[in-house]
């Protein structure tokens, strides 16, 4: 079993709908929990972290944290053609020693205009 | 702005070959990866390396080297390539403090070997 599991999608949806993406995770030492937007042919870039449990808001984008789960999601309101993306999180230990971020396979979503 | 760049963003090369990879930062990050990104699998830490001439092995380091003589590069080689070794190569760089975890990622080198 993975350490992460996202579900890869493809997931298609029209303009203005909101997105959902979610993970899970079996390792219950993750504390940074983070998601990371890729275009195509470009690297990942972060759009959110969070840390422990709770929700975190930005702009269209908010971004869940359920620990006693060990699960977390995104939302994308308003989703717009400019959001269409791979999305990817990641969570790591906190005081890792190794640095290292565990990542999900990513989401790879299409607004629709 | 952070800036994490890749030598080569398409590559072509032949089974058996030397390949190098090479990646370069400019903010001074101490630390350094190699991932590999293959569909479905996400992506797949290949080594680290969290100073100068010091390198970690990550997930899957075998057929891979890697080599920071500076700071700022950090280079991946493969000794001898395979077919199972196409794949986008990126590089990611962070800063060492403990309580930062983002990692700025270079824009993929896309490696295909026939």
């Known amino acids: 079993q993975k350490e992460v599991e996202q579900d890869p999608g493809p997931l298609s949806v029209p303009e203005g709908a909101i997105v959902s993406l979610n993970c899970t995770y079996s390792?219950?030492?993750?504390?940074?929990f983070m998601w990371y937007r890729q275009y195509s042919r470009k690297g990942p870039e972060l759009l959110m972290y969070?840390?422990?449990?709770g929700n975190k808001e930005d702009g269209r984008f908010t971004a869940q944290v359920d620990k006693s789960s060990k699960y977390i999601s995104l939302f994308i309101r308003d989703s717009q053609p400019s959001d269409s993306a791979t999305y990817l999180c990641?969570?790591?230990?906190?005081?890792?020693?190794?640095?290292?971020?565990?990542f999900g396979a990513g989401t790879t979503v299409t607004v629709r205009a | 702005d952070v800036k994490v760049t890749q030598s080569s963003r398409y590559l072509v090369k032949r089974t058996g070959e030397k390949v190098f990879l090479e990646c370069v930062q400019d903010?001074?990050?101490?630390?350094m990866f190699w991932y590999r990104q293959d569909p479905g699998l996400g992506l797949r830490l290949i080594y680290f390396?969290?100073?100068?001439?010091?390198?970690e092995k990550g997930d899957i380091p075998e057929g891979y080297s890697v080599s920071r003589e500076k700071k700022e590069r950090f280079s991946l080689i493969l000794e001898s390539a395979s077919t199972n070794q196409t794949s986008m190569y990126l590089c990611?760089?962070?800063?060492?403090?403990?309580?930062?975890?983002?990692?700025?990622f270079g824009p993929g080198t896309r490696l295909t070997v026939t």
């Open positions: 990611a760089s962070r800063w060492g403090l403990s309580n930062s975890y983002e990692q700025y």
């Open positions: 390792n219950s030492a993750f504390q940074y």
């Open positions: 969070t840390y422990s449990s």
């Open positions: 990641a969570m790591s230990e906190v005081y890792s020693n190794d640095y290292k971020l565990s």
């Open positions: 903010m001074d990050h101490e630390n």
């Open positions: 390396s969290y100073d100068v001439k010091m390198k």
